[in-house]
């Protein structure tokens, strides 16, 4: 499992925000739709895991961050405004 915290902009309400939190997760369900995996969204963090919990991720948590960055991120590769910093993910 890995889980990304991802830290909100002072420049942003907590609305815009979350939608864009949430965005972020459907953005991540699509670009990882190959893999039988669960993301999550709770407060601040994303989670991502195995369908089976008794699985582990068949990716390493580099190659996770690579394929989804572009989720949080505009073509120019700056994180969208909402988001001021993510929090490399954890396993």
Request: with cysteine; aromatic share 8%.
């Amino acid at each position: 499992m890995f889980t990304f915290k991802i830290l909100k902009s002072n420049d942003t309400t907590e609305e815009k925000y979350q939608s864009a939190l949430h965005c972020a997760r459907v953005s991540v369900e699509s670009v990882l739709s190959n893999e039988e995996l669960i993301i999550k969204v709770f407060e601040d963090t994303i989670t991502i895991a195995h369908v089976n919990p008794e699985l582990s991720i068949s990716m390493t948590a580099l190659t996770c961050k690579e394929q989804i960055k572009g989720c949080f991120c505009d073509r120019s590769g700056k994180l969208f405004p909402e988001f001021m910093k993510i929090v490399p993910p954890q396993r």
